[in-house]
């Protein structure tokens, strides 16, 4: 059984940065798309970054340039370095794995993924 946890949110002000982790466990499968989710309050949930087996990485726009992706296969963990944070930020982040396929052009679709993490809340003030 595929888990997911992430760690590594908090509260920061704005221009700061933080670190998430995504530890996984029972992963079996070589091809994936794996990657970031966020929902801010009254927010649908939006794609913000992903990275697949071919080490393809993928960023919404709004994120471009301020967070990268990456991933520790030793580790079983991936990663979201987060920098200049914005209180536009704020949301609650959730990892997400897709399995068995590489990521596409539609990875901003969270119907794809078939296993979630819980969740950590990232909040940014201004």
């Known amino acids: 059984q595929v888990q997911l946890v992430e760690s590594g949110g908090g509260s920061v002000q704005s221009g700061g940065s933080l670190r998430l982790s995504c530890a996984a466990s029972g992963r079996t499968y070589s091809s994936y798309c794996m990657g970031w989710f966020r929902q801010g309050p009254g927010k649908e949930r939006e794609g913000v970054a992903v990275l697949d087996n071919f080490s393809r990485t993928l960023y919404a726009d709004s994120v471009k340039g301020r967070f990268t992706i990456s991933q520790d296969n030793a580790k079983n963990t991936l990663y979201l370095q987060m920098n200049s944070l914005k209180p536009e930020d704020t949301a609650m982040y959730y990892c997400?794995?897709?399995?068995?396929?590489?990521?596409?052009?539609?990875?901003?679709?969270?119907?794809?993924?078939?296993?979630w993490g819980q969740g950590t809340q990232v909040t940014v003030s201004s």
């Open positions: 997400a794995d897709n399995p068995l396929q590489p990521c596409s052009g539609s990875w901003g679709q969270a119907w794809k993924y078939d296993y």
